[in-house]
């Protein structure tokens, strides 16, 4: 019996010694869990913090712990330092995109009439290439709403190269003139007009300033009949196209009137002045063209009414009337809407300087 007791508790020490190295293995496994568990949610396995994550790693700003997990490199294995060898070691096409009617997924039979070596074709390989061109772009259209997919995204593209629009803005025309066709809107209605309302949408969206009338340039409809299908896109579509703000506009008109930066810097504080509500029922670019010459007024560097008239495309009238809601918001000039009028009847608001007062103005510049 003795002995029988001391081989039990021999066996029971043994297997305790076994299952020791089992039993911290488990523990580091629940460890290394629980670790991959915080990083995937963004937690700091640590102190359970917010991660930070740049383009490198993922660290904690608290306690200092940096994710040294191996990461993947999405990228090529191979290195180009131009255009011309990237072309070569890429082994891949151009990406998907919606600037083309089938979002680039059909082929093009190049325009130069050389075979493989670059050796130019004879006469008779020439005319088959030719032939063969006119089939494949007759075959990248099925039916007549990819025709007119394809001729919209064309007009889309040609307008935003004249107006100098990026490439994220042809993108979501493109888009905007890709659903509209999907739904049917094109009926009644223009492919010209449909795909210039489309582009002005995606200049408002990608709140990149282009006015009506620098549209008009570009269009080959009328400015009017561009007005009605937009409205019409915004609300079938149901995008969220806000008002425009005046901001947007602020660096395009001074850059044409080679104003200062501190000029446009005014001109935002004076916006920031005045209440949306006041604002609403204005042109953003009449809004943007008084506050400009609000600016100059608050800063004696002054603007001329016609010049703005001239690069934002509204009346001097406009102006005259707007500019009052920027000059009466602001309570560290002492002017007011009536006094700059009063100035501006006796012709001696081009002497005015921010420092000097109301009266001194009008008394001292009043008599030359």
Known sequence: MESTRHQTQASNTASAGTRQPVSQAETE????????????????PECESHLTTDSDEQYCKQCGYVDDSPTIDHGPEWRAYNSEGKAKKSRVGSPLTEARHDRGLSTNISWQDKDANGNPLSSKQRAKMNRLRTWDKRYQTQNQRER?????????????????????????????????????????????????????????MEKIPRTYDQVETVSRVEIEQVKRTQRYLVHELNLELGPASPRIYLPQFASKLDLPQEHI?????????????????????????????????TTGQLVTQASLAEISGVTKVTIRNTYTIYITADDSNSLTSD???EMNSLDVASKYNPGDSYEYIIHGYSDN
Do not use: W
Not at 265 to 293: C, H, W
């Open 339 to 341: 006094n700059v009028d």
């Open 29 to 44: 496994a629940q460890s290394t869990s629980h670790e991959k568990e915080a990083l995937d949610s963004g937690e700091c």
């Open 148 to 204: 007119n997919l394809r001729s919209g995204i064309t007009e889309v593209k040609r307008m935003a190269s004249a107006l100098g629009l990026p490439r994220d803005a042809v993108e979501t025309a493109s888009v905007i003139f890709r659903q509209a066709s999907k739904q049917d809107l094109l009926l009644g209605r223009s492919i010209e007009g449909v795909a210039t309302a489309a582009l002005y949408i995606a200049a408002r």
């Open 265 to 297: 810097q005014e001109a935002n504080r004076l916006i920031d002045n005045v209440d949306e509500t006041t604002m609403s029922g204005y042109k953003p670019t009449g809004l943007a063209a008084a506050a400009l010459f609000a600016a100059g007024l």
